[in-house]
Structure formats: structure tokens, C-alpha cells
């Protein structure tokens, strides 16, 4: 099973790679020349007209924005559980691809926290 994905600002590109080469269709802010540095409004609108589920950190400024704006999903990744080091990021990566290869993540207009 494939999924759209697009990473926030704070997540390497090279997340966005290794989800690829699970066979995922994942982009990051960082590649996205448009998107780099923008506000928050604008990253998930971007995500939901390109029909992606947004991946972030970000849990203050996008759970209140997802209660007035519309989007495709929205996946909370806890920063202290999924650390972005370089160790780490192999975790991050299987937990996300088992995420989306077990169909656990979120639908339009919902939240949910990776686990």
C-alpha cells in the first residue's frame, strides 16, 4: 500500500528518501522551494490541494488549524519518542511505513499520533 505523504520543515529530506524507497509517495517542505520557511497555513494547504497527509511535530499550530481548515490528514509525531538523529531515523522511517502498510493514518479532516 502506498500513501501521499508530505514531511513538515522539520524533517530531512533524507526521511522523505528512505519512505520512497519503501515505495511511498512522500515530498518534504525541504525540497519544495515554494514551501521552505512558509507558515503554517500555507504548508497544509499546499498538503491538502495535493491530496498529502501532513507529517509533524508541529502539534500546536496544526491541531488549531485543523479545527478551522480543511485537509488531508494530519499525523502527529511525538519529537521525544521519534528523535530525528541519524541513529534514530531508521525507526522513524519503519514506523511510518508500517503506519501507512497497516492503513492507520488519518483520513480527510482527521488527527491522529503516530505510535
Not at 508500517?98 to 488527527?111: C, F, I, K, N, W
Amino acid at each position: 500500500m502506498t500513501a501521499s505523504l508530505l514531511l513538515d520543515e522539520m524533517f530531512p529530506h533524507t526521511l522523505a528518501d528512505t519512505l520512497r524507497d519503501k515505495g511511498h509517495d512522500v515530498t518534504a517542505v525541504l525540497a519544495m522551494v515554494e514551501l521552505v520557511g512558509r507558515d503554517d497555513a500555507t504548508v497544509l494547504d499546499a498538503a491538502r490541494a495535493a491530496g498529502r497527509c501532513l507529517v509533524t511535530e508541529n502539534v500546536r499550530d496544526f491541531a488549531l488549524l485543523a479545527r478551522y481548515t480543511r485537509h488531508a490528514g494530519i499525523l502527529f509525531v511525538a519529537a521525544r519518542r521519534w528523535p530525528k538523529t541519524r541513529a534514530a531515523l531508521p525507526r522513524l522511517a519503519n514506523a511510518l511505513h508500517e503506519t501507512v502498510a497497516a492503513g492507520r493514518l488519518p483520513g480527510p479532516d482527521d488527527r491522529r499520533w503516530l505510535t
